[in-house]
Nanobody, 127 residues
């Protein structure tokens, strides 16, 4: 069964905004402690962007998106969001959400430390 599902991607011009959503379902709802948004562009490695520690609410960002991207959640809807502002062509990628049952810690942005993934949503930013 699908446990993480992303939505909200699309095509925008540089400077525009998008808000991605990741809805969790199934057993992940009760076991997830850390949720991270990743992205992967063609030919590049998967990059961690932002994470939220579901038990503490602590937020973590990679420096390249801090100040432009905001991660948040709606606990009642089992949804984590990624608000992306001032988008740049280099932000074009497939965006994924991931979850795990261990704390975020120093490995919040390591894709190898996550076992639950959504299928992704495409973001394309034109100049």
């Amino acid at each position: 069964q699908v446990q993480l599902m992303e939505s909200g991607g699309g095509s925008v011009q540089a400077g525009g905004s998008l808000k991605l959503a990741c809805v969790a379902s199934g057993s992940i709802i009760s076991t997830a402690v850390c949720m991270t948004w990743f992205r992967q562009a063609p030919g590049k490695k998967r990059e961690g962007l932002a994470a939220i520690a579901l038990n503490t609410g602590n937020l973590l960002y990679v420096s390249t998106v801090e100040g432009r991207f905001t991660i948040s959640r709606d606990a009642a809807k089992n949804t984590v969001f990624l608000q992306m502002n001032n988008l740049k062509p280099e932000d074009s990628a497939m965006y994924y959400c991931a979850a795990r049952s261990s704390r975020c810690g120093a490995t919040w942005d390591d894709p190898g430390r996550f076992t639950s993934w959504g299928r992704g949503t495409q973001v394309t930013v034109s100049s």
